[in-house]
């Protein structure tokens, strides 16, 4: 089956979809003056943006990865993720302490979900 991928760049390509199944390249803010919540939302719009444009949605989450750049912003992350993924539709997910490729970020979010039918 073909690949088809979005915003193809020469290092990454945003989106990735293969047999139903999309792969989001990890999701960082572009305004990384924000604190823990601000950084956490925006990351959360743009997988939501992305997600839409490769028909698909949260309620379709496979996989999820967090990485954050210090665990002191664990809580914070998690009060916005609470209020954002969809209920009864919580993914398989993983939160790790990583030290982010740009040291002014400080979370990233990788995602692997489903197309809708």
Same mark, same amino acid.
């Given at each position: 089956? !073909?690949? $088809?991928?979005?915003?193809? &760049?020469?290092?990454?390509? #945003?989106?990735a979809i293969h047999n139903g199944t999309v792969y989001l390249a990890g999701q960082i803010a572009e305004d990384t003056e924000q604190d823990i919540? &601000? *950084? $956490? %939302? #925006?990351?959360? &719009?743009?997988?939501? %943006?992305?997600? #839409?444009?490769?028909?698909?949605?949260?309620?379709?989450?496979?996989?999820? *990865?967090?990485?954050?750049?210090?665990?002191? +912003?664990?809580? /914070?992350? +998690? !009060?916005?993720?609470?209020?954002?993924?969809?209920? &009864? +539709? $919580?993914?398989?997910?993983? $939160?790790?302490? !990583?030290?982010?490729? +740009?040291? /002014?970020?400080?979370?990233?979010?990788?995602?692997?979900?489903? *197309?809708?039918?």
């Open positions: 089956m !073909a690949v $088809t991928r979005h915003h193809v &760049g020469a290092r990454l390509s #945003e989106i919540t &601000g *950084q $956490t %939302r #925006e990351v959360l &719009g743009h997988i939501d %943006r992305l997600l #839409e444009e490769a028909n698909s949605d949260k309620s379709h989450l496979l996989s999820v *990865q967090i990485y954050i750049s210090d665990m002191a +912003n664990f809580p /914070a992350m +998690n !009060a916005l993720w609470d209020t954002w993924v969809a209920a &009864g +539709n $919580t993914p398989p997910r993983a $939160t790790v302490e !990583a030290k982010l490729a +740009n040291p /002014a970020c400080l979370v990233e979010v990788v995602v692997v979900a489903a *197309q809708r039918s």
